[in-house]
């Protein structure tokens, strides 16, 4: 029963995303309808919804007896009302409350139906009540799971509160960052060349030995022997053709020839028949290529190009087209929420350090015959004083490739179609 009434929570919920997702612009025009007649009740008309007070109730619900009461109560005990049995259990839900629950729904759920939310809310509270009733909250597994969720939504609203607390960055300190960290700042506009190594050859079934009959299901035996076909070139002297092809096409590039030609040679003499992919210049910052690729193309100066440089799949060069410093301008506001991040950092590790934490070595040591893990270089380990949100921003995209452009890997060949892998995004990884 619980789990029904779980699953209506999580379908109301996702009811209440996908129509503020796609509810349309604008709304089609109706053909006006009949007005109804005037109340003869003497019944007012409903209070307008910026008059009401936080406190009015927007929606009663009856049945929540093991509801508790107070502030923090997701509903208000109200008495029973007249012609009502006093054990009615009936709560309200105020406009403060309702709207609580909209807020932390996020933007969609503000512009979504009312009555969907509504009977979202109606749902959780049932939920939160029939639980209540079976004592599921008090199970030390429920009540830890509670906890955990209690300290995620505070882990929240700290950083809500710091990143509020430390809004204002003095410009002082956004100039000296940008001054101490400049190299950061570099950005080369380039291009790139890709050559798909040979495939390795197949396995081939071995030959029978002599006087003995070949396997039912080998080609063999159900063919006459066919005459014998070309030796195949060594997969090593293949790979050393391809090199040698690799450095005419980067002496070709040297010499001006169009990348895109020089691209699509390259896919045609790997057999792909696909499309190659664009060579359109881009724009890259530190981080967006492996080491060993960043070290050759930060050191080119506009116009020069990159040695060859072999990968397991392939071969790749660039070329630098141009280079620049990004001026404090473009990268004032990623530098000041570089700088809000460290100084949250900072204060939140001011606070473990204070809790000076001792551990059990006899309950925490580790299994004998364990691998210690292995130390990380320095140019791996995080460095607080230069946070990754102060690098630039990758520029916009009209100036960025098509994907396939910077892929995350040298395209890898399948043996069995000959198709290229796919192309991934030019502001992922680069081939490593």
């Not at 959780?124 to 939504?153: H, S």
């Not at 190009?305 to 506001?333: G, H, M, N, Q, W």
Request: glycine fraction near 4%; hydrophobic fraction near 40%.
């Amino acid at each position: 029963m619980l789990r029904r009434f779980a699953t209506l929570v999580l379908a109301s919920l996702t009811a209440v995303a996908l129509a503020a997702q796609t509810a349309p612009a604008t709304t089609p025009a109706k053909k006006p309808a009949k007005r109804a007649p005037a109340s003869t009740t003497g019944k007012k008309p409903a209070a307008d919804n910026a008059a009401m007070g936080p406190n009015t109730p927007v929606m009663f619900v009856g049945g929540l007896c093991a509801l508790p009461s107070g502030p923090s109560a997701p509903a208000v005990a109200v008495p029973p009302r007249p012609g009502q049995p006093a054990n009615a259990c009936v709560r309200a839900v105020t406009k403060a409350q309702f709207e609580r629950m909209v807020e932390t729904l996020g933007p969609r759920a503000q512009s979504a139906e009312k009555t969907q939310l509504a009977e979202y809310y109606i749902h959780a509270l049932v939920i939160d009540n029939v639980a209540r009733q079976l004592k599921l909250d008090q199970d030390p597994a429920v009540v830890e799971a509670i906890w955990m969720g209690r300290v995620a939504a505070l882990g929240e609203a700290l950083h809500r509160h710091f990143q509020k607390q430390f809004a204002n960055v003095p410009q002082a300190e956004v100039e000296a960052y940008y001054n101490s960290h400049k190299s950061e700042f570099e950005e080369p506009t380039i291009r790139r060349i890709v050559i798909p190594k040979p495939q390795h050859k197949a396995e081939v079934q071995p030959a029978p030995k002599a006087g003995e009959a070949p396997a039912p299901d080998s080609p063999s035996a159900a063919k006459p022997a066919a005459t014998p076909a070309a030796p195949e070139v060594p997969y090593e002297q293949q790979v050393a053709a391809r090199k040698a092809y690799s450095e005419k096409l980067l002496e070709r590039a040297k010499t001006g020839e169009a990348f895109d030609k020089l691209q699509k040679d390259a896919f045609t003499v790997a057999n792909i028949n696909s499309a190659a992919p664009d060579t359109a210049a881009v724009a890259i910052h530190h981080g967006q290529l492996p080491p060993a690729h960043e070290e050759k193309v930060f050191a080119l100066q506009g116009g020069q190009f990159s040695a060859l440089i072999d990968e397991p799949s392939a071969y790749v060069f660039y070329k630098v087209e141009s280079r620049r410093t990004v001026p404090l301008a473009e990268v004032s506001e990623d530098i000041k929420g570089a700088l809000r991040n460290q100084k949250e950092d900072q204060t939140i590790n001011q606070a473990f350090a204070a809790g000076k934490p001792q551990l059990n070595p006899a309950y925490f040591a580790k299994p004998e015959g364990a691998q210690k893990p292995e130390a990380r270089p320095d140019s791996e380990a995080p460095q607080p004083s230069a946070p990754a949100q102060a690098q630039p921003e990758a520029p916009k995209q009209e100036a960025a490739p098509q994907a396939g452009t910077l892929q995350a890997e040298p395209p890898k060949t399948e043996p069995a179609t000959q198709e290229p892998p796919k192309q991934e995004p030019p502001k992922e990884e680069a081939p490593k």
